[in-house]
């Protein structure tokens, strides 16, 4: 394999990593909370069908952002209802939220598009486009360094730099502010947060709309950015990788960026080589293409012993009178 080939490599790891960056971070702030969210599927999947339907009938990528975000906190606010005002069970709610959102997106394509539930193709303005950063030709003919600042730095879309930039603004957020404080608190010992004063149910509600938000931003990117459009099932699994990924990075911000770059490789790697061959044995491309999900199975069998969840998570908190 030469150099360029594997700075293509790294970049469509990039590339491909991006959704399930932002979709790790959105259940980090929920399960940090105490609010375990399995429904970031249903989200992304939400938000990527109200981000291509208002790119399409507007033609700004910026507009089906806007939408795909506020799609995906209407989920969040079904997620949080039935979590925190009614106490349900988190994780029957998160299924629920996932079931709504494939069959409500096909349903809802058929009858807007009559597509098969798909929406029509975009182009122009209402897709995100690479952005080239400056001095690309001057650092491009720095040996070694400037090829990764040409291929894999510069020529992503927007969204690709919001994620990398939400990895320490999370961070800030988390261990350095008074509200990610309390947010850790309320998902290590919710009872103590309560008898400060502080609203559990407000915290918990601001983790689950920070998480709504960062899913739309998942949704959007795939289906404005990533492709152009939307189809049917289209994040395929993706928010259940993103949660195996957040275990794998034990609940924190730049351990998830590494994971969810791991799992971005496996898939890049997939797609370059769908028949990979080693010598005398040839992989097919079916175990190619399941790499990420043979990952996932590894990583949420060998490590879900080892990483130690918040303590409150999946618990509905009462309050005590």
Partial sequence: ?????????VDS??????????????????????????????????????????????????????????????MSLIHGLASITLRGNQLISGVAINFLASGLTVLLGQKLFGLGGRTPQLSGNARFLEITL???????KIPV???????????QTVLVYIAFLCVPLTWWVLYRTRFGLRLRAVGENPASVDT????????????VLICGVLCGLAGAY??????AGFVKEMTAGRGYIALAALIFAKWRPW?????????????????????????????????MNALPYILTIIILAGFVGRAIPPRAGGEPYVKER
């Fill in 1 to 9: 394999m030469d150099y360029a080939t594997l700075l293509q490599i």
């Fill in 13 to 74: 790891a990039v590339r491909l990593m991006t959704p399930l960056l932002f979709a790790c971070l959105a259940g980090l702030y929920s399960e940090r909370a105490g609010i375990f969210d399995i429904g970031l599927e249903g989200k992304m999947l939400m938000a990527a069908f109200v981000s291509a339907s208002v790119a399409f009938a507007t033609g700004s990528a910026w507009l089906g952002l806007i939408a795909g975000v506020a799609g995906a906190l209407g």
């Fill in 134 to 140: 400056p001095f690309t030709e001057t650092i491009g």
């Fill in 145 to 155: 360094l400037g090829p990764i600042y040409v291929e894999v730095i510069s020529g």
């Fill in 196 to 207: 400060a004063g502080i609203s559990v149910a407000r915290i918990r509600y601001a983790a």
């Fill in 222 to 227: 795939l289906a404005t950015a990533l492709a």
């Fill in 255 to 287: 351990y998830a960026l590494f994971a969810t770059f791991l799992f971005g490789l496996m898939e890049a790697i997939s797609n370059r080589f769908p028949d990979l061959n080693l010598g005398p044995v040839t992989v097919p491309s079916m175990f």
